[in-house]
């Protein structure tokens, strides 16, 4: 099957991509000359001159905090624009049998919760999140009206060689020995092996459904903390007290931006966050590795 891949420079193409290669004939597209077409999909319409059978949308804008309306729309340009322009050259050069979205439990925007489920209204508000959704609905309409199998995955945290967002921070920090533990919470988050949405891309071709995709271990910080520190050879951070922690975040509602906490940012730490993956093990017969089994940094 002629597979077409998109964000292969990606966190998740760079993980996911090499073992689909195998199974798939492969091509890819994106902004660097290592891709087999290259556009800028947020700019211009690509122009391919094959028809594939499955298209993998993985490339998009995640992991920055935008400070200007510039950058908000940045997220629209590349989220949304860049999906509705993919579609515009699918459908000129021939529509595939089936397409998979990698979009984000985000779109949920919740900040807490326990075995959220694929049910859940889409009440993101930040300008990823709501990025998400528009793609998501276009591409709902989309597929419909060309009679495309689509398909489209909520990844939690994803947790693998070189993560970015907040597990990348997490190493960081423990690398530099200048990140700090919080004494005494437990709260609980939704972590996926990249390397499972290889399995997963396998399983949903020609099929259609929407799925939240984690492991069911949804491990602590504390967890996730001592398997880095063990990998990095590091000592177990410092852990400090809650109170402590309270009050430096009072301290960064003050201060803003430039504080590297604040009481929002608190909440989100010490609260659960997991999300129910039943759907996806169910319908596509996956079992979840397990992060803290086989997570390297």
């Known amino acids: 099957m002629k597979l077409l891949f998109t964000g292969a420079s990606g966190f998740v193409g760079k993980n996911v991509v090499p073992s689909l290669k195998a199974i798939y004939q492969l091509s890819t597209l994106g902004n660097s000359q290592k891709n087999d077409y290259i556009f800028d999909i947020s700019k211009e319409t690509p122009v391919f001159h094959e028809t594939f059978d499955l298209v993998v949308h993985a490339a998009g804008k995640a992991h920055s905090t935008p400070n200007s309306e510039d950058e908000k729309e940045e997220f629209f340009n590349v989220n949304l624009q860049g999906t509705k322009n993919l579609c515009k050259a699918l459908e000129i050069s021939g529509i595939p049998k089936s397409f998979i979205f990698i979009s984000t439990v985000a779109v949920y925007g919740l900040e807490s919760g326990d075995n959220i489920s694929e049910d859940a209204p889409l009440n993101g508000n930040t300008p990823y999140a709501l990025s998400k959704i528009a793609a998501e609905k276009f591409l709902r309409e989309w597929s419909e009206e060309n009679k495309v199998k689509l398909s489209i995955l909520r990844p939690s945290l994803i947790a693998g060689k070189d993560a970015p967002g907040n597990l990348g921070a997490m190493v960081n920090g423990l690398k530099s020995e200048r990140y700090l533990s919080i004494k005494d919470v437990h709260a609980r988050k939704s972590v996926l092996m990249v390397d499972d949405i290889s399995y997963l891309v396998e399983r949903l071709t020609n099929k259609s459904g929407i799925y939240n995709i984690c492991d069911d271990t949804h491990p602590t910080f504390k ?55 039943e759907k996806a093990k169910k319908e596509l017969q996956w079992s979840p590795t397990n992060v803290l089994e086989k997570y390297k940094i």
């Not at 309270?246 to 609260?271: T, W, Y």
Request: charged residues 20%; without cysteine.
């Open 223 to 277: 967890q996730l903390e001592t398997v880095i520190a063990a990998q990095l050879g590091k000592k177990a951070p410092v852990a400090v007290p809650l109170l402590l922690i309270k009050i430096l975040a009072k301290i960064g509602d003050v201060a803003g931006d430039r504080f590297p906490i604040n009481s929002l940012k608190l909440k989100k730490m010490i609260s659960n966050l997991t999300f129910s993956n």
